[in-house]
């Protein structure tokens, strides 16, 4: 079964100080893996798609990057609006179609 | 170029009630999808059409729950004789065909059955 992980769970870091967010990730045959951002009471936005390991993509302060095993989510020098959920989700051969897999999410509070 | 649009935004409901969301995809996206998201967690998929053709179903649709897309253009989704577990935020997303494309997310309808 499909199956996401994401650490840590929530995540404080002063304006400035550099980080990264864990996925990893459980599935048969990985068609991509997805990064979004949701603001409390919306829905999620999107961000990034990688699709084989060893690629990267990067977005402002944000630099994704992905293994065989796992995604990292970079921040760079974070800015207080970067404070969001980050949710990792994948879609793999076993999941049948389309649906995404998502993980719980890293609740990410930068502080001024 | 709008995004996805849901309605209503929130809604409050009486257990045993029945209730109804409509969810308005990007209009060129030819697949539509409703995922469940409860407090703390990641979004649980629920079903997905092409078009207006519904290919699949997640165990976590009881037949309290009914989705429909007649055509192939906007989507509801029903549940009826809700109950207090259905309170979730309920998120419509569209993506083009194919699995290339991402999948856009709508803001959601926060349901609260008391």
């Known amino acids: 079964e499909d199956q996401v992980t994401q650490s840590p769970e929530a995540l404080r870091l002063q304006e400035g100080e550099s980080s990264s967010l864990n996925c990893s990730y459980t599935?048969?045959?990985?068609?991509?893996l997805f990064w979004y951002r949701q603001d409390p009471g919306k829905g999620p936005e999107f961000l990034f798609t990688?699709?084989?390991a060893g690629e990267e993509k990067e977005k402002e302060r944000l630099k994704a990057t992905l293994t065989k095993k796992e995604s990292f989510l970079h921040i760079t020098a974070p800015k207080p609006e970067d404070s969001a959920t980050y949710l990792c989700?994948?879609?793999?051969?076993?999941?049948?179609?389309?649906?995404?897999?998502f993980g719980t999410g890293t609740r990410l509070k930068v502080l001024a | 170029d709008t995004g996805v649009s849901q309605d209503p935004r929130h809604k409050i409901t009486k257990r045993g009630q029945n209730v109804t969301f409509r969810c308005d995809p990007i209009?060129?996206?030819?697949?539509l999808y409703w995922y469940r998201q409860t407090l703390g967690q990641g979004p649980e998929f629920l079903t997905y059409?092409?078009?207006?053709?519904?290919?699949?179903k997640s165990r976590l649709l009881s037949d309290r729950f009914s989705a429909e897309r007649p055509k192939g253009s906007f989507s509801t989704l029903e549940i009826q004789r809700t109950e207090q577990g259905d309170s979730a935020m309920y998120l419509c997303?569209?993506?083009?065909?194919?699995?290339?494309?991402?999948?856009?997310f709508g803001p959601g309808t926060r349901l609260t059955v008391t």
């Open positions: 989700a994948v879609q793999g051969t076993t999941s049948g179609t389309y649906k995404y897999i």
């Open positions: 599935v048969s045959g990985l068609r991509g």
């Open positions: 997303a569209s993506s083009l065909a194919g699995f290339d494309y991402e999948q856009y």
């Open positions: 209009s060129e996206h030819n697949r």
């Open positions: 059409f092409q078009n207006e053709a519904q290919l699949e």
């Open positions: 990688l699709y084989s």
